[in-house]
């Protein structure tokens, strides 16, 4: 299992590899696209973005300040207004060629560690960036993860209901619906992800006849 700064990490990278941003920016993409960050708060973001300038996988630059209004009157007779002072830079981030690299060697991976809770949501939040050939591996890891957790819940209904009171026992069957409900959309996923795969089989193919018959 990766730890939440492993995650985090890839989450960060990913993001810059759409568009440099600002840590206010980037924050607020995490929370809104990866809704399971919404408990990092900047004491962890910041320190988690030094150590990837330290590694060099991203680099920053400062954004000109918002430059100050012109000096005029007041209305005051003998009085000028006083210029604004300058606004605050802030400080970009954007990838490196390193990590980019580091990003498309992490996003090549579908082992068991692209299949845990937290890395599945965003490696699937990244899989515009992912090939198709990977996304379907994750699918699929995710897919048999999640099918030995029912069998887990199942194999708990079979003790004895006298040890669980009714709060207990809604738990778990609110536990086995919500995975439930998970396995039949990783079915969905994975039936389309193969759709695709096969049409883009399927055209060169088709190419290749449609010049041999003309």
Do not use: C
């Amino acid at each position: 299992m990766r730890s939440r700064s492993d995650v985090l990490e890839t989450a960060v990278l990913g993001l810059l590899n759409e568009s440099p941003l600002h840590g206010y920016e980037l924050r607020k993409r995490l929370n809104l696209v990866l809704g399971s960050f919404r408990a990092f708060s900047y004491g962890t973001l910041y320190p988690a973005l030094k150590g990837l300038v330290t590694r060099g996988l991203i680099a920053t630059t400062e954004s000109d300040p918002t430059p100050p209004p012109r000096k005029g009157k007041t209305g005051i007779p003998g009085r000028t207004a006083k210029p604004m002072p300058l606004g605050r830079r802030r400080v970009v981030y954007e990838l490196t060629a390193e990590g980019k690299e580091h990003l498309q060697s992490v996003l090549a991976t579908a082992g068991p560690a692209a299949w845990e809770d937290d890395n599945f949501d965003v490696r699937f939040a990244l899989f515009g960036q992912t090939d198709a050939d990977t996304r379907l591996r994750v699918l699929e890891g995710r897919r048999t993860r999640l099918t030995e957790r029912l069998e887990a819940f199942r194999e708990s209904t079979t003790h004895p209901r006298s040890r669980l009171d009714e709060y207990a026992l809604e738990l778990r069957r609110f536990g086995l619906e919500k995975v439930e409900r998970e396995v039949h959309w990783l079915d969905g996923l994975i039936s389309t992800e193969r759709g695709r795969a096969a049409a883009q089989s399927r055209s060169p193919q088709q190419e290749q006849t449609k010049k041999e018959r003309g």
